[in-house]
């Protein structure tokens, strides 16, 4: 095939490598979510210990990635001081404990699908932990994109059937942490020029996460588990349970590494539309006009938030290109220069 059969077959290949990494990535989020939600729910397996259930997932997480990074060293670990590690990384380990927790415990009192409704509150969190940390400039109009989102997961909270406070607050505590967490691997890691990826961040958080979670496990859940002695704990399951928590790091790896960050938050719209639809139609949650309009605002909200930093994206980079051009018209002009007094010279 001529050059443009060639193009086309590796623009083919690339898109199809793209889909694939966007359908994994969306199954296995899927399939943590929907994994998760059946272990916690007291009307399916009915094991409520959230706190345990996320120090399975920790354990399971800082095992495999010490073996990939220390014995098989298939990845390379980072350059970590002490200093660092207990001024960034413990602080970070902290505050995703807290949100493991928290949004765990949420699947035992909320829906499938509403608990995918108020998490389209993330970016709302993440600008406005942005702005008081300095890390984002306060604009009115973005503000009112925060606030249009808001509005639409408030309206989708009212006409929630099976509407929990506790779960709420659950749920939205574990928001604010998460938001927090991001916003201090900006502040404390990217200034210190130190970035993770996922196996690298389940090396060095995880064993932390799970020291942090070992003091709540011991005061609230160790005595319940020591009553239930009658409970048989289903290794396989919490063992595929486990792994699909690591394989789902992995995916988001790839999906981000291969494609882009706001390929991700598309797929996420997918996967969030496909979660409520599994909630309705399978898990027979209640799902009600009120709540698909309220989640509609906010995801109008959440879609036109992501246009908006992709175009603050392009205008940066087309900032960037006269400032290019510039630099390697001089660089040519440099070389012609010298090329003249070569030529001088040698005449």
Request: charged share 10%.
């Given at each position: 095939?001529?050059?443009?059969?060639?193009f086309s077959e590796a623009v083919l290949k690339n898109i199809i490598l793209s889909y694939t990494y966007v359908g994994i990535w969306i199954f296995l989020s899927f399939t943590v979510i929907v994994f998760n939600k059946y272990i916690l729910d007291r009307k399916m397996y009915n094991w409520p210990y959230p706190i345990s259930l996320t120090m399975i997932h920790m354990s399971f997480c800082s095992s495999l990635a010490y073996i990939l990074v220390s014995i098989l060293k298939v990845i390379e670990?980072?350059?970590?001081?002490?200093?660092?590690?207990?001024?960034?990384?413990?602080?970070?380990?902290?505050?995703?404990?807290?949100?493991?927790?928290?949004?765990?415990?949420?699947y035992i009192f909320l829906s499938v699908s509403f608990i995918q409704m108020l998490k389209a509150l993330m970016p709302v969190a993440v600008y406005s932990i942005g702005v008081l940390f300095n890390k984002e400039n306060f604009k009115p109009r973005t503000m009112s994109n925060m606030l249009s989102i808001s509005l639409g997961v408030a309206v989708a909270a009212y006409g929630e059937a099976q509407f929990n406070a506790w779960g709420v607050a659950l749920q939205l505590g574990a928001v604010?942490?998460?938001?927090?967490?991001?916003?201090?691997?900006?502040?404390?890691?990217?200034?210190?020029?130190?970035?993770f990826n996922p196996i690298t961040s389940l090396y060095y958080v995880s064993p932390c996460c799970f020291l942090f979670l070992s003091i709540p496990w011991m005061i609230v859940e160790y005595p319940l588990l020591s009553e239930a002695s009658s409970f048989k704990f289903d290794y396989m399951m919490f063992l595929t349970n486990s792994f699909c928590a690591f394989a789902l790091n992995l995916a988001v790896f790839l999906l981000v590494g291969k494609t882009s960050a706001l390929t991700m938050n598309v797929a996420g719209v997918v996967k969030d539309w496909l979660l409520i639809a599994f909630s309705w139609s399978v898990i027979k949650d209640t799902v009600t006009p009120i709540n698909l309009f309220g989640y509609g605002i906010a995801f109008m909200g959440v879609a036109y938030y992501n246009h908006a930093k992709l175009q603050a994206l392009k205008a940066r980079e087309s900032e960037k290109k006269p400032d290019h051009t510039e630099a390697t018209k001089l660089l040519e002009e440099s070389k012609l220069e010298n090329a003249i007094k070569k030529s001088e010279s040698a005449n």
């Open positions: 095939m001529g050059k443009g059969g060639a670990p980072v350059q970590m001081t002490r200093d660092v590690y207990l001024t960034s990384v413990v602080p970070i380990g902290l505050l995703y404990s807290l949100s493991l927790w928290l949004s765990n415990s949420a604010a942490f998460e938001a927090t967490r991001l916003v201090l691997i900006q502040t404390l890691l990217s200034s210190k020029g130190i970035t």
